[in-house]
Nanobody, 120 residues
Framework: QVQLAESGGGLVQAGASLRLSCAASGRTFSMNSIGWFRQAPGKERDFVAR????????YYASSVKGRFTVSRDNVKNTIYLQMNNLKPEDTAVYYCAASEGTSMTNYRYWGQGTQGTVAS
């Protein structure tokens, strides 16, 4: 089992930045990749970014590429999502999720989410 806990959400103005954290515990050695997702009110949950736990390879949704950066600290077992130049359409609940074993995109474990709100 892997447990994930997000933090760092809040209310900011458009153009500002937020850094979200995802603290992982449990069988972290089994993690393959950690993804960030978001869900806006009334919309489906969307993929934002992911990073592989061992190699640190990253991949981004086109909507956030160039503004968001995903990183990880293997010693602290924490994954970060640095969000710059935020827009009102970035307002959502942000979730981190982990895949394990040989699967990169079958996200088995999910956190509870943290709210990020961008005011215009």
């Amino acid at each position: 089992q892997v447990q994930l806990a997000e933090s760092g959400g809040g209310l900011v103005q458009a153009g500002a930045s937020l850094r979200l954290s995802c603290a992982a515990s449990g069988r972290t050695f089994s993690m393959n990749s950690i993804g960030w997702f978001r869900q806006a009110p009334g919309k489906e949950r969307d993929f934002v970014a992911r990073i592989t736990w061992i190699g640190g390879s990253t991949y981004y949704a086109s909507s956030v590429k160039g503004r968001f950066t995903v990183s990880r600290d293997n010693v602290k077992n924490t994954i970060y999502l640095q969000m710059n130049n935020l827009k009102p359409e970035d307002t959502a609940v942000y979730y981190c999720a982990a895949s394990e074993g040989t699967s990169m995109t079958n996200y088995r474990y999910w956190g509870q989410g943290t709210q990020g709100t961008v005011a215009s």
